[in-house]
Structure formats: structure tokens, C-alpha cells
């Protein structure tokens, strides 16, 4: 019998506390997530599907067990390589002064992504596979409703390639045909390669249905249907 394939992406009983008040924000949880993974968390407001999220990511110091990418611990140096392919969108993304355009080539700045370069052709048909034409690269970042902000910042994210996405109700500000749209650029996405997994917070029933294969539910910091799970025949 063949041995279990290890997770892409593990949480090992990680924690978040409040630094001011020393406070648990969010319970120990352990998460496996493995290639093909399509997890969708759900919960009510303030649960802590967020922090979940942002622990995932590195983005906020965890406490206890750790992080482990591809079987390997995650420590302080490693951390840019691994955001390069573990990428986190918040709900309500930033962008910079300037263009459409301008805001998709930030991240070939960045240290990470310097052995890289911007596709524009890639960046076009990532924009019309959500409705966008080439003219809205030229359209100023000031100008962009919510719904077109999360759309950019989508793109920005999808154009580096990651391994693991985790979505913070990413289409939040999007009308239903828009939202159907971006939902088939993500599971387009997740199957041009083997090594891809989703980890996506949705307040929508409908849309966790659609989207999900694995259901997990924050409520008051603690995670439910998780542990350390097998991967899916």
C-alpha cells in the first residue's frame, strides 16, 4: 500500500494570542492542506477566520507547533520564499498610486520575484477571464470601485504563480456574474497544476458549495473539521 502523500501546507498546533492583553485569539488549531485541496472556512463575523488566514501566511507571529511547507519547518529566513509561494489576499486589498498596470508590476520589485518578469500578456488574459478589457490596465488605481480593487489584487496575486492561495472573501464586493467569473479562474488555476491548493473564507452558502471540498467552520477562535486530515482519493 502506498505510503499517505504528505501535505503541501501544514499548520501543526499553532495559536494566536492578543500581545496586549495576552488574551487566546485563536485556539491551537492543526490544519493539513494538501495539492487539490479546495478548503472553504466559514463562520460568523469576528470568529477569527482572519487571523486564520494571516497564521497560515506568517503574516502575525504564531505560538506553539509551526509552519511547514512541502514537509519542511518554516523559519525567520525562509519566510520571503515562502509568502513568494504561499500567497494571502485580504478582503480589502491595497493599491498604490498610479495605473491598473503599474499596481500588477509592484511585486516584480520585490526581492522574491526579481529572477522574474511581468507578462502583460499574461496580466490581459487574466483581466478578461474576470470581464476586464485591455483598456482598464491604463484605468488609475484611485478610480477603482471595491469589486475592481479585489479583482487587480486577485490578478497581482495569480500572475506570480504560488503554490497555495488563501482568500479572504475575495469576491466580497462582486456582483454574481462577476463572482461566477473569478470562481472559474480559480478552479482553472487549481487544475493547470498538480501542486496547487486553496484555502478560501466565504460568507456564502451558495458560494462555499460551489467551491468547496473541504467545509471548515471558525466559531469564537476555534477551528471545527479540521486536524490532521488525509488527502482525498
Same mark, same amino acid.
Given at each position: 500500500?502506498?505510503?499517505?502523500?504528505?501535505?503541501?501546507?501544514?499548520?501543526?498546533?499553532?495559536?494566536?494570542?492578543?500581545?496586549?492583553?495576552?488574551?487566546?485569539?485563536?485556539?491551537?488549531?492543526?490544519?493539513?492542506?494538501?495539492?487539490?485541496?479546495?478548503?472553504?472556512?466559514?463562520?460568523?463575523?469576528?470568529?477569527?477566520?482572519?487571523?486564520?488566514?494571516?497564521? +497560515?501566511?506568517?503574516?502575525?507571529?504564531?505560538?506553539?507547533?509551526?509552519?511547514?511547507?512541502?514537509?519542511?519547518?518554516?523559519?525567520?529566513?525562509?519566510?520571503?520564499?515562502? /509568502?513568494?509561494?504561499?500567497?494571502?489576499?485580504?478582503?480589502?486589498?491595497?493599491?498604490?498610486?498610479?495605473?491598473?498596470?503599474?499596481? +500588477?508590476?509592484?511585486?516584480?520589485?520585490?526581492?522574491?520575484?526579481?529572477?522574474?518578469?511581468?507578462? /502583460?500578456?499574461?496580466?490581459? /488574459? +487574466?483581466?478578461?477571464?474576470?470581464?476586464?478589457?485591455?483598456?482598464?490596465?491604463?484605468?488609475?488605481?484611485?478610480?477603482?470601485?471595491?469589486?475592481?480593487?479585489?479583482?487587480?489584487?486577485?490578478?497581482?496575486?495569480?500572475?506570480?504563480?504560488?503554490?497555495?492561495?488563501?482568500?479572504?472573501?475575495?469576491?466580497?464586493?462582486?456582483?454574481?456574474?462577476?463572482?461566477?467569473?473569478?470562481?472559474?479562474?480559480?478552479?482553472?488555476?487549481?487544475?493547470?497544476?498538480?501542486? /496547487?491548493?486553496?484555502?478560501?473564507?466565504?460568507?456564502?452558502?451558495?458560494?462555499?458549495?460551489?467551491?468547496?471540498?473541504?467545509?471548515?467552520?471558525?466559531?469564537?477562535?476555534?477551528?471545527?473539521?479540521?486536524?490532521?486530515?488525509?488527502?482525498?482519493?
Amino acid at each position: 500500500m502506498p505510503a499517505a502523500a504528505a501535505p503541501l501546507l501544514a499548520a501543526i498546533e499553532v495559536a494566536r494570542r492578543d500581545p496586549l492583553s495576552g488574551r487566546l485569539l485563536l485556539q491551537p488549531f492543526s490544519l493539513d492542506v494538501f495539492a487539490g485541496d479546495r478548503i472553504v472556512l466559514t463562520g460568523p463575523t469576528g470568529s477569527g477566520k482572519s487571523l486564520l488566514l494571516r497564521s +497560515l501566511a506568517l503574516i502575525d507571529p504564531v505560538e506553539g507547533g509551526g509552519i511547514t511547507l512541502q514537509g519542511k519547518a518554516v523559519h525567520g529566513d525562509d519566510v520571503p520564499g515562502f /509568502r513568494a509561494k504561499v500567497a494571502y489576499l485580504r478582503q480589502r486589498p491595497a493599491m498604490l498610486e498610479g495605473t491598473v498596470e503599474s499596481n +500588477l508590476r509592484i511585486p516584480f520589485s520585490i526581492a522574491a520575484h526579481a529572477h522574474r518578469r511581468f507578462e /502583460r500578456d499574461k496580466a490581459v /488574459r +487574466l483581466l478578461a477571464a474576470v470581464g476586464e478589457g485591455p483598456a482598464f490596465m491604463a484605468k488609475l488605481a484611485r478610480d477603482l470601485s471595491g469589486g475592481e480593487t479585489q479583482l487587480v489584487a486577485l490578478i497581482r496575486v495569480l500572475q506570480l504563480d504560488p503554490c497555495v492561495l488563501l482568500l479572504d472573501e475575495p469576491t466580497s464586493a462582486l456582483d454574481h456574474d462577476t463572482t461566477l467569473a473569478v470562481e472559474g479562474v480559480l478552479n482553472t488555476w487549481l487544475d493547470a497544476l498538480p501542486m /496547487r491548493a486553496l484555502v478560501m473564507v466565504t460568507h456564502s452558502a451558495t458560494q462555499a458549495a460551489r467551491m468547496g471540498r473541504r467545509l471548515l467552520r471558525m466559531e469564537g477562535g476555534v477551528l471545527s473539521g479540521a486536524g490532521r486530515a488525509a488527502p482525498a482519493p
